[in-house]
């Protein structure tokens, strides 16, 4: 089982990382960093994970169409490794989500914080991702497009005959079409 983890080396370095996460804290206050202040925990460490990408987002959503709590999490075994981070990390963040498929044996491990100055809108911090083959981000992307291409030439096919049934359903109006319901006026809003 390969994993792979997310964490910013610099900010976990267990010799140096209280000093480092309240020198770091001061300095944002002290400069009024207002845009560093989502990267510092609600006890004061700071985050040692990079928010997801859009790319990543919109790839995982594609491919990983399942998403749970941690806790509840229950398609595959997470390995001691990936259980560290969030025994390490919990309290960091709002909650920490599995995002996985059960057709993709490689789950992602996020974490989720609230954006600051916003009662809604949260970000995705990428904390690890295991499974038997962890392809290269490109390589998902492009499995990820292939599906995504897919759905839309289907979807775009389902509308195309639909649209040639209503077609041929409009070359048998007639003189007697006015006697009665028209059918489908979304065509011909004039009558």
């Known amino acids: 089982m390969l994993v792979e983890t997310y964490e910013v080396t610099e900010a976990v370095d267990p010799d140096s990382a209280t000093e480092e996460n309240e020198k770091a804290r001061a300095l944002i206050e002290e400069l009024g960093l207002s845009g560093q202040k989502k990267f510092i925990g609600e006890v004061g460490e700071t985050v040692p994970f990079r928010k997801m990408s859009q790319l990543e987002t919109n790839v995982y959503k594609t491919l990983l169409g399942s998403r749970t709590s941690v806790d509840e999490y229950s398609a595959g075994m997470i390995p001691a490794r990936v259980l560290d981070i969030v025994k390490r990390h919990r309290d960091s963040f709002e909650r920490i989500d599995v995002l996985y498929s059960e057709n ?87 009558f």
């Open 104 to 190: 993709d044996p490689d789950p992602v491990l996020v974490g989720v914080m609230k954006r600051e100055n916003s009662t809604w809108q949260k970000d995705d911090f990428i904390l690890a991702r295991w499974g038997d083959e962890l392809e290269s981000i490109e390589s998902l992307a492009n499995k990820a497009l292939d599906i995504i291409r897919g759905n839309v030439t289907t979807a775009l096919q389902k509308a195309k005959t639909a649209i040639d049934a209503d077609i041929e359903a409009a070359k048998s109006i007639g003189m007697h079409t006015l006697h009665k319901s028209i059918p489908n006026p979304r065509y011909y809003s004039e």
